[in-house]
Nanobody, 126 residues
């Protein structure tokens, strides 16, 4: 059974940085598609970034403008989301999710992701 555990959220001032972690377990192979999504208070969930370790690609939402970086640990058991130059509008619950049935996927369509971890709250103060 594939499981994801997100962590690393917290309170940070605007302009600061945080690194989120998504610990992954239960994959049948060493490769995966994992994405980060976020949901701000009163808003719909939106995609942030995706990594596909099998084909070696990363994908980012346009609105990020280069502020966030997704990566995987050398042992591929953890996916990180490095968030720099944080803004108050980045305040949200951040979720990681995986697509175990589409090993070629590289995007942020929620319908492609069937397994979700619990969220981690990121609060950016102004």
């Amino acid at each position: 059974e594939v499981q994801l555990q997100a962590s690393g959220g917290g309170l940070v001032q605007a302009g600061g940085s945080l690194r989120l972690s998504c610990a992954a377990s239960g994959f049948s192979s060493g490769d995966y598609v994992i994405a980060w999504f976020r949901q701000a208070p009163g808003k719909e969930r939106e995609g942030v970034s995706c990594i596909n370790t099998r084909i070696g690609t990363t994908y980012y939402a346009d609105y990020l403008k280069g502020r966030f970086t997704i990566s995987s640990a050398n042992d591929k058991n953890t996916v990180y989301l490095q968030m720099d130059s944080l803004k108050p509008e980045d305040t949200a619950v951040y979720y990681c999710a995986t697509s175990t049935w589409n090993s070629d996927y590289d995007g942020l369509d929620e319908d492609e992701f069937e397994t979700w971890g619990q969220g981690t709250l990121v609060t950016v103060s102004s």
